[in-house]
């Protein structure tokens, strides 16, 4: 069992950065993949970024390529989303999951545990 908080999210210009963390408690946090999610309204619920077991595979979608690193630290129990340049269309409550596995895939169904989210909000 894996309890996830997420984070750092709130206002920003667009332009601007944040860096959103997860905090997981439980046992065996090295064990799992990690993945950030984000929901806009009245859309559904997709993969922004993942990362695998050692932090040696990532994905990122095409949407936030070159814009949003993910990083973890298996010492901490955390996992980070690094969050730059952002863009109105970056709004949206933002959740992190994890899956038991290697490496991070990008359907929500194979992802196990989930945080509350945090509200990321880009003015502009």
């Known amino acids: 069992q894996v309890q996830l908080v997420e984070s750092g999210g709130g206002l920003v210009q667009a332009g601007g950065s944040l860096r959103l963390s997860c905090a997981a408690s439980g046992r065996f946090f090295s064990g799992y993949a990690m993945g950030w999610f984000r929901q806009a309204p009245g859309k559904e619920r997709a993969i922004v970024a993942g990362?695998?077991?050692?932090?040696?595979?990532?994905y990122y979608a095409d949407s936030v390529k070159g814009r949003f690193a993910i990083s973890r630290d298996n010492a901490k129990n955390t996992v980070y989303l690094q969050m730059n340049t952002l863009k109105p269309e970056d709004t949206a409550v933002y959740y992190c999951?994890?899956?038991?596995?290697?490496?991070?895939?990008?359907?929500?169904?194979?992802?196990?545990?989930w945080g509350q989210g945090t509200q990321v909000t880009v003015s502009s």
């Open positions: 990362i695998g077991r050692s932090g040696a595979s990532t």
């Open positions: 999951a994890a899956r038991h596995g290697l490496v991070a895939t990008t359907s929500e169904s194979e992802y196990a545990y």
